[in-house]
């Protein structure tokens, strides 16, 4: 019986991790390291965050492209045969690190932590009054697996939580909104936004001028979705008039920034270096060998995405 074979291209330390869970936990599948000139033309399977170029020609008998991360806007989607699924990493770790982030990035901004960072630097002492989490309305842009669990969350403080996604969405205690005619009505009262949306051409450039004139006066933005999400000059603008008060930001539209970028040194801007979530090589290497024995069954594997929606 031939050993169905899984291209590992990624990160050497982290694979050192997934080489031992599929030698303990799945010995009836063979994973290798990458090598465009040995098994890779064989493999029907490959984990990557970054394919090889021309991946048809590289991998002619690929079934399966599994990204080692939640989003796959980076990906080469459109170049791959129809018949390849892309599978996206879905991640119970994965899901509680951006938690802890957008918890900490909305509790930021909530508390005023970004002006008491300004004015330590500048050695005064200024208390600011204190607003209950339950007068604080938080919106968040994404009802997915990540959207949800952060909606949650955020509701647990107390916080009057809302959500838009593209199709509608059914959450105990959030009020969901779906689709562009009720983005309007979403964005309207919103103090804190989360832009937790996958990166698709209708969510490109989302965060811009016009939608920060939506929001709450003074309100603050956390973006942990994509750069691309943000016109960055728009933001910028809205911060330096006030229509924002402070934004919090893992992603930029350039990373890491040039020198100098704008964003980057601004006084009510926190930024962090793409570091809201992570896959961790364990979990991510058992959804590998639970999807990959799916297919091998004939089965729907997990998280493949539907290209028709980009996600």
């Not at 982290?14 to 009836?28: K, L, M, Q, S, T």
């Amino acid at each position: 019986m031939t050993v169905p074979l899984i291209a590992y291209k990624s990160d050497p330390v982290r694979g050192a991790v997934w080489h031992d869970i599929f030698a303990r936990e799945a010995p009836d599948l063979r994973l290798f390291d990458w090598n465009p000139e040995g098994e890779a033309v064989q493999a029907p399977y490959l984990v990557a965050w970054t394919p090889p170029p021309d991946l048809p020609r590289a991998m002619p008998r690929l079934e399966a492209l599994f990204c080692i991360g939640a989003g796959i806007d980076h990906l080469p989607v459109h170049a791959l045969p129809p018949s390849v699924q892309v599978v996206r990493m879905v991640d119970p770790n994965l899901t509680a690190s951006m938690v802890e982030y957008v918890v900490m990035a909305v509790l930021a901004l909530h508390r005023d932590l970004l002006v008491y960072r300004t004015e330590q630097a500048a050695g005064r002492w200024t208390p600011l009054p204190v607003r209950p989490a339950t007068e604080r309305q938080v919106g968040i842009m994404g009802l997915g697996v990540l959207g949800q669990a952060a909606a949650r969350a955020l509701a647990g403080f107390g916080f009057p939580v809302r959500g838009w996604s593209a199709s509608p969405k059914t959450l105990d205690g959030i009020e969901a909104f779906a689709g562009d005619a009720a983005l309007g009505e979403f964005l309207s009262g919103t103090d804190i936004l989360v832009c937790l949306l996958p990166l698709t051409p209708a969510t490109h450039g989302l965060l811009n001028r016009d939608l920060f004139a939506r929001l709450s006066p003074g309100a603050g933005l956390v973006n942990v979705g994509r750069g691309g999400h943000a016109v960055e000059a728009d933001l910028l603008a809205a911060l330096d008039e006030g229509r924002l008060s402070g934004a919090v930001l893992d992603v930029l539209a350039t990373e890491p920034p040039p020198a100098g970028h704008p964003l980057f040194g601004h006084p009510r801007v926190m930024v962090t270096p793409h570091v809201a979530s992570a896959t961790q090589p364990a979990g991510a290497a058992r959804q590998v060998i639970q999807g990959v024995r799916a297919h091998l069954r004939g089965e729907p594997i997990a998280h493949a995405i539907d290209r028709s929606q980009g996600y």
